[in-house]
């Protein structure tokens, strides 16, 4: 394989921190072992180490977007930053073809004292643009900076929003091979941010793409890969999706358990069962032909939004989690005219219902689905704890339950779609999860009249009425 | 940017750091300038009149209070301050560039953190500064001197000559200062006191000629004794510098900041653990 077919090699990357009492602690550090060493007395060291990370490896293709995820203290940081260059690998090696680019945390590399003006051509300057390429770009990195007269002002002088605003404008002009972004984006507002976000989708198709988020919706929006650190190791690294999910998972296992709740996380065994090949398998038992209606609000217009559902299979069920008090046995979507196809429409109103076993003596549970489209992103979803809130009820062990959801089936464009299903304990901010499905149930919307948004509302009425007096013309 | 090592056995390499990136050290360097007198009314001239200001109060102070003479040929109010001048400007050159080298790299922490930056430069944008201010002086200076005297030495041409075998020294000094006040904290206090030291002990404010014997030595040991001398002898005496000596000076100078800039690369991986 040619070296250059990566954009970024990464191979048995350690990092220690050295953590000195005082600087000069430091400077011993770096003269006094080689005296001991040289006068045959004990050598000693004058700090504490702290393995930010440990024996790290990963390729990164030329073009590919990858996610990294992880708590906070996981790595991450330091991870970019050798990547980066700012900081020295204690071992292992890295490569990295091409220009870097990185926007890290808050403050990436600007000098306070001097102007945004000032600023962008040194930062210029050090991405190796010479001045002459920079005058002409000048005028660009400002109007998507959009940040007016502060670009006179120092930067010391900056809110976070306008500080995050120019780094980017000047990552965003400089030729990069390669970016790397760091939660710096979600300092910025929203139309800052989706503008960076178009930037970056544009920029996905000619370079490389390195993307730290908590917002686990971005990562698999924008990434095909991700990779899970934590504790300086690598957990997970596979597709997006699935490393985001199983980092969820994994997240909400540790709150539980700080709270002294153990929830247990399967999956990491099947994690390469994907979605897809599920929902062939359901297939196969369950298709049926489509049923068609018409589309509520829409009638008249013809424009029809079929929905074929595939069955709920316990079997093929790829990731699941939970304390465990209680178990979801079937998870099912029909039309509420009671019909059990497996086709509904957009536009219609359906049951979607959730049967449950009590496990163990539960109180108060609390059934909750989303729905999600093929990128996991969560269009909708919703849960009971509002509606039983002033209801206590507990439920012996071995009751059967059964939670229904009723609502009107929005309208959805053409792919597939997947429904999490779960049970939990507790209240709405604060809950244990019992059991929690991913991907319980799979959908398509095979036709669709949807081409804006992520899901469509039925209209009730669309009409155009003329309001100026009116001359009515007979031809 | 190019993050290549630099080939520390070459005596060549501190020089390679100061054209590798060249426009960035002018830039930063002209930032520096022009950022010190940002906001003032009268900006950019302040760099003009500070000399010229210093050069009244220094007249009036030492020629008409003291009644100084530099020695007994030369008696007048003004060729005594203009004399002193020469000198001095050579002792605020090396005091700027040493005094804020001790917190070159605490102070720009993002330089060190944040974005792969060639810190080695920033001892050179400061010097590029100080050398500024050295340009607007030493033209106060023949400004004055031609006023006085109606003409100004042929010599004044060889200045930049002298300052030339001075940089290597500068260059060092801030690279070793900049290095150890990552880790010596206190460093900034001590080389205030000694810049100032080294000012009375040169032949700056009296001529050689004034210290008794016995102290001579210590006077040539102050790395300001010579270039304050040539200084003198090119832009006010008129006559040419010692060239001998000047050569010698030039030779230990590179040599010096060849020493100091291994050091200062040696070092740098340090700095990230503890600015």
Not at chain 1, 103 to 117: C, D, M, S, Y
Not at chain 1, 274 to 295: D, H, I, M, N, Y
Not at chain 2, 44 to 53: C, H, I, T
Not at chain 2, 80 to 105: D, K, Q, W
């Amino acid at each position: 394989m040619s070296s250059s077919e990566f954009s970024i090699r990464v191979e048995g990357l350690s990092k220690r921190y050295e953590i000195y009492g005082q600087p000069v602690d430091r400077l011993k550090q770096m003269t006094l072992p080689r005296i001991q060493r040289t006068v045959r007395r004990s050598v000693r060291t004058y700090f504490k180490e702290f393995w930010a990370l440990r024996d790290v490896s990963f390729d990164v293709r030329r073009g590919e977007t990858v996610g990294i995820v992880g708590r906070n203290g996981s790595g991450k940081s330091t991870l970019l930053q050798m990547i980066c260059g700012t900081l020295h690998p204690t071992s292992g090696q890295i490569s990295v073809s091409g220009r870097i680019a990185a926007l890290l945390e808050l403050g990436a590399g600007f000098n306070p004292e001097f102007t945004g003006r000032e600023n962008v051509y040194l930062s210029g300057l050090l991405y190796g643009i010479s001045e002459g390429e920079l005058q002409k770009r000048y005028q660009a990195i400002v109007d998507f900076a959009d940040i007016g007269e502060f670009i006179d002002q120092p930067v010391k002088t900056y809110s976070s929003g306008m500080y995050v605003r120019l780094a980017f404008a000047i990552i965003a002009h400089i030729d990069a091979d390669t970016l790397v972004i760091d939660e710096a984006l979600s300092v910025g507002d929203v139309r800052f941010t989706q503008k960076c976000m178009r930037f970056l989708r544009s920029f996905q198709a000619r370079g490389t793409l390195l993307f730290v988020s908590h917002d686990a919706g971005a990562v698999i929006n924008l990434c095909q890969r991700a990779i899970w650190l934590d504790g300086g190791g690598i957990v997970t690294d596979g597709p997006a999706r699935d490393v985001v999910e199983q980092y969820l998972a994994e997240q909400h296992a540790a709150d539980r358990s700080s709270l002294g709740e153990r929830v247990a996380v399967r999956a990491a065994a099947q994690s390469q069962s994907s979605s897809e090949g599920r929902s062939v398998l359901a297939e196969k038992t369950s298709a049926q032909p489509e049923f068609e209606a018409p589309c509520l609000g829409s009638a008249s217009s013809g424009i029809r939004n079929s929905i074929e559902v595939f069955e709920f299979n316990p079997d093929a069920v790829s990731r699941e989690f939970g304390a465990g008090a209680a178990h979801i046995d079937r998870v099912s979507l029909q039309s509420a005219s009671g019909n059990s196809l497996a086709s509904i429409m957009g536009g219609e109103l359906v049951d979607l219902t959730i049967e449950a076993t009590a496990v163990a003596r539960i109180e108060s549970p609390i059934f909750g689905f989303y729905v999600k489209d093929r990128l996991g992103q969560q269009l909708f979803g919703d849960n009971s704890y509002l509606i039983y809130r002033d209801k206590k009820n507990a439920f012996d062990k071995g009751s059967k339950l059964r939670a229904r959801f009723r609502f009107r089936m929005p309208i959805l464009a053409i792919g597939s779609y997947t429904v999490d299903a779960a049970v939990a304990t507790g209240t709405q901010d604060d809950h244990t999860q019992q059991h929690w499905i991913r991907d319980a149930l799979v959908f398509k919307a095979t036709e669709s009249s949807m081409r804006h948004g992520l899901v469509g509302v039925p209209m009730q009425e669309i009409e155009i009425e003329r309001l100026d007096a009116v001359h009515e013309i007979h031809g | 940017m190019s993050t290549t090592a630099y080939r520390l056995v070459d005596p060549l390499s501190p020089y390679r750091a100061l054209f590798r990136h060249f426009t960035l050290v002018v830039q930063m360097a002209r930032r520096d300038v022009i950022g010190r007198y940002r906001g003032s009314f009268a900006g950019l001239f302040w760099s003009f009149f500070n000399p010229l200001l210093m050069l009244v109060i220094y007249t009036f102070v030492f020629g008409v209070i003291f009644k100084s003479r530099w020695n007994a040929q030369v008696t007048g109010h003004f060729q005594y301050a203009i004399v002193l001048f020469a000198g001095l400007n050579i002792n605020t050159l090396f005091a700027e560039c040493a005094n804020r080298s001790t917190t070159l790299i605490i102070e720009n922490t993002n330089f060190v953190k944040r974005v792969v930056f060639p810190l080695e430069t920033l001892a050179w944008s400061t010097i590029g500064s100080a050398l500024f201010h050295l340009l607007v002086s030493t033209l106060v200076l023949l400004l004055m001197s031609f006023l006085v005297n109606w003409r100004i030495p042929w010599t004044f041409l060889l200045f930049p000559v002298v300052v030339c075998c001075f940089l290597p020294f500068v260059a060092g000094m801030a690279w070793l200062l900049a290095s150890l006040g990552v880790f010596l904290r206190d460093l900034k206090q001590v080389v205030g006191i000694v810049t100032t030291a080294l000012l009375f002990f040169a032949p700056i404010l009296y001529p050689k000629e004034m210290v008794p014997a016995q102290y001579r030595l210590l006077m040539d040991l102050n790395p300001l004794t010579v270039i304050a001398e040539a200084s003198q002898d090119v832009l006010v005496w008129g006559q040419q510098p010692q060239w001998a000596e000047l050569a010698v000076y030039a030779a230990v100078s590179c040599l010096f900041a060849w020493l100091a800039f291994a050091w200062f690369e040696r070092t740098r991986k340090g700095f990230a653990d503890v600015v």
